[in-house]
């Protein structure tokens, strides 16, 4: 391909700055709503490996004590990759409220809320350049007095040493 023509339409370059906006905004929101789940919950409890399914070992009967201090055996379900096995401990994150519990999975949470940030911080950055630029805006005068703060910063600091 030699022309000089973008394979990219016009209007989805324009688009494109806002769409990675509101992307990075929705992933932050997903990280923040598993984060708000874990620490929701009633907190970490150790349990003993009892019983597995015997294909895979995608079941197991687990026994714990709750934060009511019952003890308790429950299936559950993984899917991890993980291989549990008969008398093995692992750690239960508890909700009594819900009534629910499940292995815990440690901290996924964050993951999402890293990604998701700096996908906002790149859509804003790109959103607020397209913006300066499609009014107008040319930055040859700001990278001008940038560079000039930056070197007058260089040398306050060589003198401030």
Do not use: N
């Not at 989805?12 to 992307?23: C, H, N, T, Y």
């Not at 990280?31 to 070992?57: I, K, Q, W, Y």
Request: hydrophobic share 45%; charged share 20%; glycine share 10%.
């Amino acid at each position: 391909m030699t022309s000089s023509k973008s394979w990219l339409p016009e209007a989805a370059l324009r688009w494109l700055p806002l769409v990675v906006l509101v992307g990075g905004l929705a992933v932050v929101w997903t990280g923040v709503s598993m984060a708000a789940d874990v620490h929701r919950s009633a907190g970490l409890f150790p349990g003993r490996v009892v019983a597995t399914d015997v294909r895979e070992h995608l079941t197991a009967d687990v026994e714990y004590t709750g934060p009511d201090g019952v003890t308790r055996t429950e299936t559950f379900e993984h899917h991890q990759g993980r291989v549990i096995v008969p008398g093995r401990r692992v750690q239960i994150r508890v909700w009594p409220d819900e009534r629910r519990a499940e292995f815990d999975q440690g901290d996924e949470h964050t993951g999402p809320i890293v990604a998701g940030s700096l996908l906002t911080l790149l859509g804003a950055g790109a959103t607020v350049l397209l913006f300066l630029w499609h009014h107008g805006v040319r930055l040859e005068k700001s990278r001008a007095r940038l560079e000039r703060w930056w070197l007058l910063s260089w040398w306050w600091l060589s003198r401030w040493r």
